[in-house]
């Protein structure tokens, strides 16, 4: 019953910033993390950044210190403020959510295999269509 919509990509220039944001609608009814993973051309997926339950963010190494995650007071919205932007950004970047044990860490996303896990081995609950992002050069 819960639902993910992704808005704010756009066409941009490299260098530039842009913010996600994904709006949550519905009840979770257990505890969850959120985390962002973007879809290349190619199809291939990669985790982005994840905002556990405590507040903890962790962050991709293509990402690190450009990248932010965040969410609203009231918790019904997640954002990514994307910054320096590069080409290599370009992709669909989706939100997700993880329902997890409180007492369990998300940590951050793999995407590497078959399925985006977190590092505790849950996988992906819920994520939405995707907002499409843009980097020319």
């Known amino acids: 019953q819960v639902q993910l919509v992704e808005s704010g990509g756009d066409s941009v220039q490299a260098g530039g910033s842009l913010r996600l944001s994904c709006a949550m609608s519905?009840?979770?009814?257990?505890?969850?993390?959120m985390s962002w993973f973007r879809q290349f051309a190619g199809k291939e997926r990669e985790g982005v950044a994840t905002?556990?339950?405590?507040?903890?963010?962790k962050y991709a190494n293509s990402v690190q210190g450009r990248f932010i995650i965040s969410q609203d007071n009231a918790k019904n919205t997640l954002f990514l403020q994307m910054n320096s932007l590069k080409p290599e950004d370009t992709a669909t970047y989706h939100c997700?959510?993880?329902?997890?044990?409180?007492?369990?860490?998300?940590?951050?996303?793999?995407?590497?295999?078959?399925?985006?896990?977190?590092?505790?081995?849950?996988?992906?609950?819920?994520w939405g269509k995707g907002t499409p992002v843009t980097i020319s050069a």
């Open positions: 905002l556990d339950k405590d507040g903890t963010t």
């Open positions: 519905g009840d979770p009814l257990t505890p969850v993390c």
């Open positions: 997700a959510l993880v329902r997890i044990p409180t007492d369990v860490e998300c940590g951050m996303i793999d995407c590497s295999g078959r399925h985006c896990v977190t590092a505790s081995n849950f996988g992906l609950d819920l």
